[in-house]
């Protein structure tokens, strides 16, 4: 059966659900955040640090070796690991924040339901974009188990040998590649040490896919929210009954309460998408010297790994620049609609409310990166190209 409006709690279901796998609950109903439910995402987080410094004492030590492959690939998890922690803390800290705009979405469409004019169309964006972040969260987590993958065929291999060998294993494999302060000898050590990186891994994809999931769904929900504001101030404007002008006085407050609401998802997102764009741009350097230095080497299963992780670093910077840059559209396409509207005939109030809210469309909203610039299609090419001009002086650095 197909819908006839739009219910926000089916379409946001998928992001509260991965919202609350790392203890952030959320409703778009009622408030429930406390800092109880923050401590999750805080251990993991802790969990991460830790993390860290395993990892910067073993890229010390892949320097001393001169292993410049091996270097890419500390340094490339290194990264990864920092941008997922970040995201993880600016998302709780920020968390009563979007819960707010959650809020704010559940009124605007129990009040605001499209006509059967454009019904369709919104459903329709509505769906994609929600198929588009089944199918971003899909990809993520297969990467997760794509890369405990060696250890799992080098541990099933062993078990195979394990009679020629003794019964011993080799436990110096790990999922991730850190160096730890001690021996892994035993192996219940070992079996807890995986279970921690594992554990590790998982959260940070949570992390990973509940901001960039979360802000495709509410930059798409406004923007179709500010489909239905254009329908709506066409069909009053053309109406021209006798409470026209008060309707339309609604619709101007109305058009303030969707930029409140832009602003607040600006306040959320903006460090997100910060050190989002910064870290993957280094990533992106990383995974090249990598995917270069292991092609040279013929350790094509690690190339494989390289490639991956530069297409979905790539692909992250796109899914922020995307739905950043429909926002932006949409804000603007409000004043070119209502500028085309025969106002110039209306009486001089219709007329200044009409001008009220093209002075104000003029200037278009933009999700920027902490401020100091704005995401969008132009800015993903020159985040490229920026990464590129910086792989290439280090290759020729390299050189020297």
Request: charged content about 15%; glycine content about 4%; proline content about 2%.
């Amino acid at each position: 059966m197909k819908m006839t409006s739009i219910n926000p709690e089916d379409y946001f279901g998928l992001n509260i659900k991965l919202m609350s796998l790392c203890g952030l609950r959320c409703s778009m109903t009622k408030t429930i955040g406390t800092f109880i439910n923050k401590v999750p995402t805080f251990l993991a987080n802790l969990v991460g640090i830790i993390y860290l410094v395993f990892e910067a004492t073993f890229v010390i030590e892949a320097v001393r070796l001169r292993d410049v492959a091996l270097i890419s690939q500390i340094l490339s998890q290194l990264v990864s690991n920092i941008q997922c922690i970040t995201k993880g803390f600016l998302f709780a800290v920020s968390i009563e924040k979007m819960q707010s705009i959650l809020h704010e979405i559940r009124f605007l469409w129990q009040r605001y339901q499209p006509d059967e004019e454009i019904q369709e169309s919104i459903l329709d964006n509505a769906d994609r974009t929600l198929n588009f972040c089944k199918y971003y969260v899909t990809a993520n987590f297969s990467c997760v188990l794509a890369y405990a993958l060696p250890l799992v065929l080098n541990l099933f291999m062993q078990y195979q040998a394990r009679e020629s060998t003794n019964h011993t294993y080799d436990l110096s494999q790990m999922i991730l590649l850190v160096k730890y302060p001690f021996e892994v000898t035993k192996v219940s050590r070992f079996i807890i040490l995986v279970l921690l990186e594992e554990y590790l891994l998982v959260m940070n994809v949570i992390f990973w896919v509940s901001s960039d999931t979360l802000f495709a769904q509410t930059t798409t929900h406004i923007c179709l929210q500010f489909k239905v504001l254009k329908q709506d101030i066409e069909k009053t404007f053309n109406y021209g009954g006798p409470n026209s002008k008060e309707i339309l006085l609604k619709l101007v407050h109305r058009h303030r309460e969707l930029l409140r609401i832009c602003m607040l998802l600006e306040d959320v997102f903006s460090p997100i998408i910060f050190f989002t764009v910064f870290l993957s741009s280094v990533n992106m350097c990383v995974n090249v010297i990598g995917t270069r230095e292991t092609i040279s080497n013929q350790t094509y299963f690690n190339t494989g790994i390289y490639a991956t992780i530069l297409t979905m670093t790539i692909f992250q910077i796109f899914f922020f620049c995307i739905f950043a840059e429909k926002i932006s559209e949409e804000t603007t396409s409000l004043a070119d609609m209502v500028y085309n509207l025969n106002w110039t005939a209306k009486d001089n109030q219709l007329g200044f409310y009409i001008y009220f809210i093209i002075v104000r469309a003029q200037r278009p909203f933009y999700c920027t990166a902490y401020g100091f610039f704005p995401i969008g299609h132009q800015r993903l090419t020159s985040i490229i190209r920026a990464s590129f001009s910086y792989y290439m002086m280090l290759q020729t650095t390299d050189k020297k």
